[in-house]
Nanobody, 123 residues
Framework: VQLVESGGGLVQAGGSLRLSCAAS????????MGWFRQAPGKQREFVGT???????TYADSVKGRFTISRDNAKNTVYLQMNNLTPEDTAVYYC??????????????????WGQGTLVTVSS
């Protein structure tokens, strides 16, 4: 399975971005999909996940601002990010789990990863 993120870039605080993650080489609809991020000098952290249908879970730091969705017909998962702050600056990664992750928030629960896309939020 290959995952390719896109949509990152530079945005001002308070702005919005939508990241996309296109999957190929597997049965996308059977995967749990997650988003993680890694800021400079920090560990990778959980952002959110979406199940086989539309069930979602978010980190407290993004709840109410970020929305994850998926289009199984397009083999793509999205991360809509609103009201961005400089603290959201990071490389954002999508990840796929072949089954229900044992722990949604643990990166080791996911089997496949994209290369990441950089999001920079200026103040």
């Amino acid at each position: 399975v290959q995952l390719v993120e896109s949509g990152g870039g530079l945005v001002q605080a308070g702005g919005s971005l939508r990241l996309s993650c296109a999957a190929s080489g597997g049965t996308f609809s059977s995967y749990f999909m997650g988003w993680f991020r890694q800021a400079p000098g920090k560990q990778r952290e959980f952002v959110g996940t979406i199940g086989w249908r539309v069930g979602t879970t978010y980190a407290d730091s993004v709840k109410g601002r970020f929305t994850i969705s998926r289009d199984n017909a397009k083999n793509t998962v999205y991360l809509q990010m609103n009201n961005l702050t400089p603290e959201d600056t990071a490389v954002y990664y999508c990840a796929a789990s072949r089954g229900r992750p044992s722990t949604y928030r643990d990166s080791s629960s996911y089997d496949y990863w994209g290369q990441g896309t950089l999001v920079t939020v200026s103040s």
